[in-house]
């Protein structure tokens, strides 16, 4: 049985997940029946889905642990895949409303994956007044990030309402010639003697990489050959950046429980790129902006808003293009959003600053990230540890880095279809932690920026209050912004 051991930055995944942080991501696919349908649409998108799986190989491997938990686990081949619980339906209630819709997702979204099959689960939901039906699809984050989730949609989705010819999947090897395999079985090929020569090879990386490191560093105070020395502008940027070592205290930077609350809200990307030309400003920063906005008003409205101006955590992809690998590829940066401005104009202005020199900051600092890790018994002490971190409540007490993640996902420009089904929007639904219990990503598709707000259901119980708050913020900033 061949084994794909996972990385350093996949596996944290799965050490981070405890029961109240579930380290899951997922997606909401709203579509329009194809016209005249009749009977199961379920039934139909199950068959329409097997013969596809095998395009999307991490849907059917699980996870197998490495001789006593001494190193990171790997992916091994499912050979028995219960399509009965990775696909699955339910039905709203009358009367059917979009809030009744987001109770559900709030509910499938607080459950973790079964880590003795393969991480994914998808679920059919009709029901809602419209006739819409929703597609809600969550795979682990150790298995996939945003990048590698495009290339998932790509196997998923069709472009016309015809769903294109895709080869069948290659015979299965006899299963005389196929051993049975336990769900629980440990990789034979992981012994002890490869473990520890895994740990050495870890090593020998990280010293192999120390004249990059070193170069990289170098290259971030003096410039590369050539250029001009940019120690004083880089110093600059750091100095700029210590406030957010240490962000503001707000409702958000709590230890989370088991409960969710969501909720999916939809802007014009019109309106936001109307907004980003008039100001020089990227896509990006009015993304901030209005989600800046948004919580401003949410936190003034409680008498909660800080002084000081609020941090988010906005993830960074390293994913080259034209890379498809199932696997993350992520870093991150740490920037003020201006909560403090009441001028959304100003708060624009001060945003955009904030993102351009934790970009320099970031970019500058990019080769010196390590992407993989290993030392004995991770598996263990790091699961312990974020157990005690939430058991202890350290996440009420510590000064956080951050309030709040704001992600930003490119998504396709152009009509998708699933199953003959016309998609018309495309939602995330995503991961709060504790000490950052409300996550906000924003995914494009054809003319709108779709939002998903993931947000643990004590301290954020009225999230779809601020969701509100998100759209009457661009309504604000594009009066504010453009002219005419």
């Known amino acids: 049985m061949e084994t794909q051991q996972l990385s350093g930055i996949d596996a ?91 109770e559900v997702i709030s509910r499938l979204h607080a459950n973790t994956l079964d880590r003795s099959r393969p991480l994914w689960q998808f679920y059919v939901i009709t029901g809602l007044s419209n006739g819409q039906g929703v597609l809600y699809s969550k795979v682990h984050h150790a298995a996939i990030d945003g990048g590698a989730g495009m290339a998932i949609n790509k196997a998923l989705y069709d472009v016309s309402a015809t769903p294109r010819d ?27 003697a490869d473990i520890m020569t895994n740990m050495m090879r870890q090593q020998i990386k990280l010293w192999q990489a120390a004249p990059d490191i070193v170069n990289s560093m170098t290259n971030a105070f003096l410039g590369k050959p050539g250029e001009a020395p940019k120690a004083l502008s880089t110093l600059q940027n750091l100095a700029s950046q210590l406030p957010t070592l240490s962000a503001p205290k ?24 109307a907004i980003a030309k008039a100001s020089g400003a990227k896509l ?35 994913r080259e293009p034209g890379d498809t690998r199932q696997n993350n ?18 708060r624009l202005k001060a945003i955009v600053k904030s993102s351009t020199d934790s970009k320099q900051i970031a970019g500058t600092f990019r080769d010196a990230v390590p992407q993989d890790f290993a030392f004995v018994g991770a598996p263990i002490l790091l699961q312990l540890m974020m157990l005690v971190y939430g058991r202890s409540g350290l996440a009420d007490k510590l000064p956080m880095p951050m309030n709040v993640t704001i992600s930003n996902v490119p ?52 999230v779809a209050r601020l969701g509100d708050y998100l759209v009457e913020a661009t309504a604000e900033l594009k009066t504010a912004v453009v002219k005419g």
Not at 284 to 289: G, L, R, T
Not at 421 to 445: F, R
């Open 250 to 273: 707000t409702p958000f930077n709590a230890t989370i429980t088991r409960e969710r609350s969501y909720a999916a809200r939809t802007i014009s990307l019109s309106d936001a790129k």
């Open 284 to 318: 990006n920063d009015v993304v901030m902006a209005v989600c800046s906005g948004a919580l401003r008003r949410y936190l003034q409205e409680k008498g909660q808003l800080p002084d000081k101006p609020l941090i988010a955590g906005v993830p960074i992809s390293l």
């Open 329 to 346: 590829q992520v870093s991150g940066m740490l920037c003020q959003i201006a909560t403090d401005i009441a001028d959304p104009v100003e």
């Open 411 to 462: 998504g396709p420009p152009m009509p998708l279809y699933c199953a003959g089904a016309k998609v018309t929007a495309l939602h995330p639904v995503s991961i709060p932690a504790h000490g950052a219990a409300l996550n906000i990503t924003v995914q494009s598709y054809m003319d709108a920026l779709n939002f998903g707000l993931t947000a643990d259901r004590r301290a954020v119980p009225d």
């Open 166 to 192: 895709v080869a069948p999947a290659p015979p299965k090897p006899s299963s005389s010639t196929t051993a049975p395999v336990s769900p629980t079985a440990v990789d034979p090929v992981k012994g002890v």
């Open 12 to 102: 944290s995944f799965l050490y981070l997940e405890t029961p109240e942080t579930p380290m899951h991501v997922a997606g909401l696919t709203y579509f329009e029946l194809p016209p005249g349908f009749e009977g199961s649409f379920y039934q139909h998108f199950r068959k329409f889905f097997e013969s596809r799986l095998h395009t999307i190989p991490i849907f059917s491997k699980r996870l197998a642990p490495s001789l006593y938990d001494l190193d990171h686990p790997g992916w091994v081949d499912e050979p028995e895949l219960d399509l009965d619980y990775h696909l699955r339906e339910t039905a709203l209630p009358a009367p059917g409303t979009e809030e009744q819709l987001e």
